[in-house]
């Protein structure tokens, strides 16, 4: 670590590397039922993950070594203002276990992921972002921006991109956030847009009475279903 200063403020910054060696074995495990396993979600701590699933389905079999790199600036109360990484898996041998097919997973490298995050008391901002491994090509990306405030509540957008410039590209925003009309009521509304094709996918709106010891709420739902309804 060491100290900086931006714009007068003082600052400590560090640098912390990271490497993780893992290997698991190599079990057969497909006579044993797929219930809630599948595989895990786009996000930088994933890559330290001891097992390639979620759930106690399947565990995944491997031999790798996960490297990372970190920046963090921390202010004079230690508190983290900035939060900045890139990291990558690479893979020693085939990964055999899979959830929907048999074929061995031969990469020698993961993708390449990024991850940033700024904390400016009321306003958050967090990143994830996923290149692939070929061409370095922008893959998956998402992004979480939060407002809070003690008087007029928390306001929330979330922009998610799947599979970027392919067949199966998805792309959706999400806006939603309540605020205190008085000091028992409270009022909220959420939006989940599909901009990729460009209809709104969910929606609800609601009203909440919370009295410390009981409360109720009522909420109006409308979701975009599989069958156009």
Do not use: M
């Not at 929907?100 to 904390?119: E, I, M, Q, Y």
């Not at 008391?121 to 979480?144: G, I, K, P, V």
């Not at 956030?177 to 209809?199: H, M, P, V």
């Amino acid at each position: 670590e060491r100290p900086v200063q931006i714009f007068g403020t003082k600052y400590t910054q560090t640098l912390e590397p990271e490497v993780q060696y893992l290997y698991v074995p190599h079990e057969d495990q497909t006579r044993l039922p797929l219930f809630d396993t599948s595989n895990r979600s786009l996000a930088f701590s994933n890559l330290f993950s001891l097992n390639r699933f979620t759930g106690a389905d399947r565990i995944g079999d491997t031999n790798q070594i996960t490297t990372a790199l970190t920046t963090r600036f921390l202010d004079e109360d230690g508190r983290q203002v900035v939060d900045a990484g890139i990291g990558q898996i690479f893979y020693l041998d085939d990964r055999e276990v899979s959830l929907t097919d048999t074929t061995p997973k031969a990469t020698r490298t993961s993708d390449v992921f990024l991850k940033l995050g700024l904390n400016l008391d009321a306003l958050n901002f967090s990143s994830t972002l996923q290149f692939t491994q070929e061409d370095y090509r922008l893959l998956n990306t998402n992004s979480r921006l939060t407002y809070r405030s003690p008087q007029y509540g928390t306001l929330l957008a979330n922009h998610i991109v799947t599979n970027r410039d392919t067949v199966s590209e998805q792309e959706t925003l999400s806006i939603g956030g309540y605020t205190n009309l008085s000091q028992k009521w409270q009022l909220g509304a959420y939006i989940n847009y599909d901009l990729y094709n460009e209809q709104l996918y969910h929606s609800n709106f609601g009203v909440r009475y919370d009295a410390c010891c009981w409360a109720i709420e009522f909420i109006a739902e409308r979701t975009q279903l599989d069958n156009d309804l």
